[in-house]
């Protein structure tokens, strides 16, 4: 029984890799993630944080099992108006690379991508790539508290360079607690609930890793940036 057990939970972990390879590209999506590698908070510039937000399913009867399966399943659709997440074919598996756009205010887009680090039947989790807002993990899971379900976004970060740690300290970071707050609530929806989210932020390490600083070089921001800005002249040239 133990080494059956191993075996499964070997298979809720993904592979490692060199590099980011996504194995599908919707119409609409830009890759900038193929060839980058993954970077931990450890890899991360700014400041360290843990934020975590919580909402309660009271009243719903569903399981964490089943709050998790319809997670997977809809994933993008929980998401705020204006940011898009482009699921793998094969859904939310160890192993696959998704691409996402997330709105940075003005009309710009910030388009990167997560590679799915974990999954099982009561959590995923995603991680970042060089060039994201922050280095880190984001772990969605689903247990159990007073009898009944709380769905719960984790996030373990930095920001990777300088500039996003100026842009995450200038309202970055509410700007972030308000889109999971977002997701949560529409999560709750879907399931039958309409209990507020609570977040809770704590700030685990004050330093920021100068050494770091070069991350700046795959900024994604930057290179949305500057795709968005010269649409204009690549269109006259069509």
């Known amino acids: 029984m133990d080494s059956q057990k191993v075996s499964r939970d070997e298979g809720n972990w993904a592979k490692p890799v060199a590099s980011l390879a996504p194995s599908h590209v919707p119409q609409g999506a830009l890759d900038t993630v193929g060839g980058k590698k993954v970077l931990s908070p450890i890899q991360g510039f700014g400041k360290m944080w843990q934020k975590t937000y ?107 360079d300088p500039l996003t740690e100026l842009g995450l300290t200038l309202g970055g970071h509410r700007k972030e607690d308000v889109f999971w707050e977002a997701t949560l609530r529409a999560l709750a929806r879907r399931l039958g609930s309409d209990v507020e989210p609570e977040t809770n932020v704590v700030c685990v390490e004050r330093r920021r890793q100068w050494s770091r600083a070069g991350n700046v070089r795959h900024s994604s921001a930057f290179r949305s940036s500057l795709h968005s800005a010269t649409s204009p002249f690549r269109r006259k040239t069509l």
Request: negative net charge; glycine residues 12%.
């Open 54 to 160: 919580r909402v309660s399913l009271a009243g719903t009867g569903v399981s964490p099992q089943q709050t998790i399966a319809v997670w997977k399943e809809e994933f993008p659709t929980f998401w705020p108006k204006g940011s898009q997440f482009h699921a793998p074919l094969t859904g939310i598996a160890p192993g696959e690379v998704a691409l996402l756009q997330a709105s940075l205010g003005g009309g710009l887009k910030l388009s990167t991508g997560i590679l799915v680090i974990y999954a099982d039947e009561e959590s995923f989790t995603f991680m970042t790539p060089q060039g994201h807002m922050f280095a880190g993990w984001i772990t969605f899971s689903a247990f159990e508290a007073d009898g009944e379900t709380v769905a719960q976004a984790q996030v373990l970060m930095r920001a990777q």
